[in-house]
């Protein structure tokens, strides 16, 4: 959403970030790497549903299988894992093998084989999964209650130290470098903006997501993008 935030740094001031691969702990069993993509992931599916395996990084950097705490009221849950909906510190920072994002219970996943810098504007982006849609919300500061398009955008950029002050959708549209990159795409026009990261898309709007949902989500990727001019962070 265009809003009267400040001006930011006109292009992205994030390099290329060495791939980060990671290894399970000892016991956990150690995913294959895939090879790299060649080309921006834009395969379309309302299906975005995921079952394979599931890691977490903990605090101390181990990576560990991903155990989800049970719910609320329920004895005997392992513990690891953090649902949609509790504290944002409490998030886990979650992995998968390979190179796409997977869906996991409303957050999302990181690919193990991503830069370290596409994993956490995933990570950072899963702080604010489920906050309500509030105009302007993320612009006067990346802490808010409730997050627009374009600040949650600017907030996920933000963790990953690509983006120094929030931006507007129209301001999007001249950031970076042009078109989509391997691991990102920024939508944008004059009255709406949304990234995709490694093959999910965050967003605040429903469009195309058959959960009808508002506020900051990961979402399928869309069809089309037709009316959107398409950037991404240099070297991403």
Known sequence: MAVGAPSALAASTGGAAAGATTTPAT??????????????ITSHSTNIAYTGPVYEKTVTGQVVPYQPLAPAGQAGGATGGSP???TAAAKPELLVPGTRARYIAGLAAAPMSAPESVQQIIWTANQIIGLPYIYGGGHASFSSPGYDCSGTV??????????????DSSEYMGWGSHGPGRWIAIFSNAGHAYMTVAGLRLDTSSADDP????????????????EFTVRHPLGF
């Open 154 to 167: 600017s907030f996920a950029l933000h963790g990953a130290s690509l983006l120094t002050t929030p931006m």
């Open 84 to 86: 949609v909906g509790v």
């Open 27 to 40: 016991g956990a069993p150690a995913p294959a790497a895939p090879a790299l993509h060649l080309s921006p």
């Open 211 to 226: 959960s009808s949902q508002q506020g900051p989500r990961w979402r399928p990727l869309r069809p089309a993008n037709a």
